[in-house]
Every structure is written in structure tokens, then in C-alpha cells.
């Protein structure tokens, strides 16, 4: 079973930056996938960014590519997001997801665990 557990959520002013991270716990992350996803009030859950199991294939919503950046750290079992430029259509709850298979896909169901989220709120 895998843990994850995200933080870095806050309130924010438009144009400003925030960085979420995602710890897991298990010996076999390197071999997830990770993604990024989001809901808004009212909202369906949409995908964010994901990377492959080796950082070598990454995908982006339209929405923010260009302001937000994927990495993940193998030595501390953790992905980051960098959230820049934001927007207040950037509010959400933001949940991190891995997927055993590693491909990282923009498809909720193609991941296998999940974090609790961390709220995201930008004010104009």
C-alpha cells in the first residue's frame, strides 16, 4: 500500500507562486507515475501535469503549461509541483496520484492511490 500525503496549499494573491509537494511512503516510487490533478467547487476533477516513472515523459494541462512544473525527487520519495503565475482559476483542491503502471496519464482512473489534497486559493 502507498501513502501519499501533500502540503504547500495556502491563500495566495494573483501573479504570486506556490510550490505543493507530495511525500509517499513504500521502497517503489521510482517506478510510479505521478500526477497532478484538481477539482473546483462544482467541478469535475481535471488533470494538472504527470510525470513517468523515469522523469522522462511529461505532460501538462493546457491550462498551465508554461506556469507550473513537475519534478519529482527519488532520494526523499517525493514530487513537487511549482505553481507560478497563478490564477484565480487556479483555485482548487489539488491531489497528487500514483500509478503503478508508470505511464503518468492525464486519466484519473489510470491512477492507482491517492492523497487527501491541499487547498489552493487565489484571490484576484
Known amino acids: 500500500q502507498v501513502q501519499l500525503a501533500e502540503s504547500g496549499g495556502g491563500l495566495v494573491q494573483a501573479g504570486a507562486s506556490l510550490r505543493l509537494s507530495c511525500a509517499t511512503s513504500g521502497d517503489r516510487f521510482s517506478r510510479y507515475a505521478m500526477g497532478w490533478f484538481r477539482q473546483a467547487p462544482g467541478k469535475e476533477r481535471e488533470f494538472v501535469a504527470a510525470t513517468s516513472w523515469s522523469g522522462s515523459g511529461i505532460n501538462y494541462a493546457d491550462s498551465v503549461k508554461g506556469r507550473f512544473i513537475i519534478s519529482r525527487d527519488s532520494t526523499k520519495n517525493t514530487v513537487y509541483l511549482q505553481m507560478n503565475s497563478l490564477r484565480p482559476e487556479d483555485t482548487a483542491v489539488y491531489y497528487c496520484?500514483?500509478?503503478?503502471?508508470?505511464?503518468?496519464?492525464?486519466?484519473?482512473?489510470?491512477?492507482?492511490?491517492w492523497g487527501q489534497g491541499t487547498q489552493v486559493t487565489v484571490s484576484s
Open positions: 496520484a500514483a500509478d503503478r503502471r508508470g505511464g503518468g496519464t492525464q486519466y484519473p482512473v489510470d491512477y492507482d492511490y
